[in-house]
């Protein structure tokens, strides 16, 4: 029922984002969630889950626990190494079973009532929900809702599915997700959290990655499956598309919440998003970001090139893979400052332009003299890029030639990514040779979208998402222009 739910207000952290002043010049990673459940110290185990899947949001962070009695909550703005910096927060977080959230919001502000997860108490109780994704049909549902009296106390989509949930006439829990799944559209991943049970539930398109793992007598659900990897836990299987999943005392149940027509996983997680030693969607990221590096190198390929150098750290995959194929020797010329964070403070334009310098160093020894093939993994406004061309070249580079691994960038996400806008993304304005010339580049090609299809495990993009590029929305959105410019 509306009138018994019961939003609880976010701890505050004690550290909170200064300033974000990373370049916009990277598709933003959505969300990571984590769920735990029948192991001891449970929400040590989430936070250190939501540490192996910090690239996924850097936003925020929260962790609820469970111990079958009631729910307990933590949650700030700021890395997981900051939010939970004290032993204390710990011991208020007692329990076998808790969930985890890392945030990069795409709908709703970065506001602390954003934070997730979020927790509601309704007529059975508390329930807390983390969500990965981003519905589509949110602005019509919270007008359906609010029309009807309902009150929000967050501006973000993941409210929407509490909401439907309380309203719900159906008795049991599994029944009352099940109505509020009826009614929404779009990517979700999530993770819920009772006092006795852990629900993960999957989209019927599977946008976004989930997967289960076992350890000792407990289980593990997390966004990818590198959190696995730091807890010991062993994959098992992804969240089906569709699925429900209900794990409790009595084990682990499996109900299809609505059939799946067909696929449309993410194919930027392995150009971009995902950390390569994950699995994602049942296939190793590393395999399919290198293959990507291969068939760049096969479909163009760059003369005489000395030596072939990433933009680190997301495009060193691809770059090994370019060259292993072409048989021109990788080097690390640019250097990345990893304690550089996304909050650094920037206050004038004077230190601005220190922005890039900042981030990356050039290896002056290994670039004198050389023709160069510098990989990017993607290209969405090229600012960062006419940079690093100019470092390059200032580092002694005598040609620097982009390859990029994936296809022009036209269309904006609405499935959990966050872009610019479609007038600030390069492709929709400027031809392949104004791009190569704005980023001062000798030369500059994209994989097409066919090459990156036959890069992925269905070897043809069958079940893929590749709406960014095509503008082939495997959901629409009425209030949507679709770019399908091809340069
Ligand atoms: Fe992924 Fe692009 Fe589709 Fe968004 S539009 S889900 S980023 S492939």
Redesign the pocket.
């Known amino acids: 029922m509306q009138e018994d739910m019961q939003i609880i207000t976010p701890v505050q952290s004690e550290v909170s984002i200064i300033t974000e002043q990373e370049d916009f010049d990277k598709?933003r990673a959505n969300c990571a969630v984590i769920g735990i459940f029948g192991l001891p110290e449970a929400s040590k185990l989430a936070y250190l889950g939501l540490y192996a899947l910090q690239h996924r949001g850097q936003e925020a962070t929260g962790i609820v626990s469970s111990d079958s009695h009631s729910l307990y909550r933590h949650a700030g703005k700021g890395l997981v190494a900051d939010v939970y910096r004290k032993r204390k927060i710990f011991e208020e977080l007692p329990g076998n079973s808790a969930i985890g959230h890392n945030r990069y919001s795409t709908t709703g502000s970065s506001s602390e009532e954003n934070v997730q997860p979020l927790l509601v108490t309704d007529r059975t109780g508390p329930v807390a929900m983390s969500h990965n994704g981003n519905l589509v049909n949110y602005r019509e549902l919270r007008s359906f809702l609010e029309e009807d009296g309902a009150i929000f106390r967050t501006s973000s989509d993941s409210e929407l599915i509490l909401q439907l949930m309380a309203r719900s006439h159906g008795n049991t829990l599994q029944d009352r997700i099940i109505d509020a799944l009826k009614m929404i559209k779009g990517?979700y991943s999530l993770t819920l959290l009772t006092e006795d049970k852990l629900i993960a539930v999957r989209d019927p398109l599977g946008?976004r990655p989930l997967c289960i793992g076992k350890k000792d007598e407990g289980w593990v659900v997390a966004s990818e499956s590198c959190a696995f990897d730091l807890l010991g836990a062993e994959y098992v299987r992804d969240v089906k598309p569709g699925e429900l999943l209900i794990i409790d005392k009595l084990g682990m149940r499996s109900v299809k919440h609505v059939k799946s027509k067909k696929l449309?996983y993410?194919?930027?997680?392995y150009i971009y998003?995902s950390r390569p030693d994950s699995l994602i969607f049942g296939d190793n990221v590393d395999k399919t970001r290198r293959n990507l590096g291969h068939i760049l190198a096969k479909g163009h390929p760059v003369k005489d090139a000395d030596i072939v150098i990433s933009v680190p750290d997301s495009s060193n995959t691809a770059a090994l893979g370019y060259a292993e194929e072409s048989g021109i020797r990788f080097e690390i010329a640019l250097i990345r400052n990893h304690y550089v964070g996304r909050t650094f403070i920037e206050p004038d334009q004077h230190m601005r332009d220190f922005g890039t310098k900042l981030k990356f160093n050039t290896v002056a020894g290994v670039l004198k003299g050389k023709k160069i093939v510098l990989i990017d993994d993607s290209l969405v406004r090229g600012t960062t890029l006419r940079k690093l061309v100019g470092l390059l070249r200032n580092g002694g580079a005598k040609e620097v030639h982009v390859r990029i691994s994936s296809p022009p960038?036209f269309?904006?996400?609405?499935?959990?990514?966050d872009?610019p806008t479609r007038k600030e993304l390069a492709a929709t304005s400027k031809s392949v040779a104004e791009i190569c010339q704005a980023i001062e580049a000798d030369s500059l090609e994209y994989l097409t979208i066919e090459e990156l299809k036959s890069a992925v495990p269905s070897g043809n993009g069958q079940g893929?998402?590749?709406?960014?590029?095509t503008g082939d929305?495997?959901i629409k959105r009425d209030d949507v222009k679709v770019s399908r410019k091809i340069s």
């Open positions: 598709p990517a946008f449309s993410c194919i930027f997680e998003f960038i269309n904006p996400c609405y499935y959990g990514m872009f893929y998402c590749t709406a960014c590029f929305y495997p």
